[in-house]
């Protein structure tokens, strides 16, 4: 089948409303005290969840206006509500924090890129427009934190550089396959996918990373989405 030949638009997008819940503050702060409850020793789930999510708001608060690595733990303190103690009871330094936010970013977008819908496996290029789609939503919907893992990566210290890089090449892998998927069933045209499925990437970053440009412009998602499909289509379809 030509890429021609699908019909235009989504074939299967992502269910927002569940994207939504899946990546609000609370449910991704649940996920990281499921993840680091040996770190925590607050033990209320409920009290837990509530000021953990105070600390990583002020987080993303402060690095957007000052930087993380510029950022004290009585700043966060301050911003937070939270006292000294109260914040080391979640973690015991600035590095830890770190390690925590872009673990369940990274955990957070593997998770969701790999739960497509039933059937796209045998359909390669609906695969590759719900990836699309899913992965622009999703930073959509997580915006601060994607901005604060990009933003921040050039001091990162070496473990969490290697925790990002590792989660960037963790994506590629994902479109990689589906790639690879489609130039077996002959409907894509790709000389290199791993240098194909790398291309893609910034494509995806670019709505969170140039917010500003499109929202100048007045380039709504939706059109955001479309183009990137269009565009990644017309290089991989087969002539």
Not at 17 to 33: G, M, P
Request: with cysteine; charged share 25%.
């Amino acid at each position: 089948m030509r890429l021609s030949e699908v019909p235009n638009g989504r074939d299967a997008p992502p269910p927002e409303a569940s994207l939504r819940n899946a990546t609000s503050t609370e449910a991704i702060c649940a996920r990281i005290l499921e993840r680091h409850r040996d770190r925590v020793s607050v033990r209320k789930p409920h009290l837990a969840t509530a000021n953990l999510a105070r600390i990583i708001e002020a987080v993303l608060k402060l690095s957007n206006r000052q930087g993380f690595h510029e950022m004290s733990l009585r700043d966060l303190a301050k911003v937070s509500g939270l006292s000294m103690g109260g914040l080391y009871s979640y973690f015991d330094n600035k590095n830890t924090l770190l390690v925590m936010i872009l673990t369940e970013v990274s955990e957070t977008v593997e998770a969701v890129l790999r739960d497509a819908p039933a059937g796209l496996d045998d359909d390669p290029i609906a695969h590759l427009r719900w990836l699309i789609e899913t992965h622009i939503r999703l930073t959509e919907t997580m915006l601060p934190w994607f901005v604060f893992a990009f933003m921040e990566a050039k001091g990162f210290p070496a473990p969490a550089r290697a925790l990002a890089t590792e989660s960037e090449l963790a994506t590629e892998r994902i479109f990689a396959d589906v790639l690879a998927r489609g130039v077996a069933r002959g409907v894509f045209t790709i000389p290199d996918i791993d240098l194909t499925a790398a291309l893609i990437k910034p494509l995806l970053q670019d709505w969170y990373v140039k917010r500003a440009k499109y929202r100048k412009r007045g380039t709504p998602i939706e059109t955001y989405v479309a183009g990137v499909i269009a565009f990644v289509e017309r290089a991989i379809a087969k002539t």
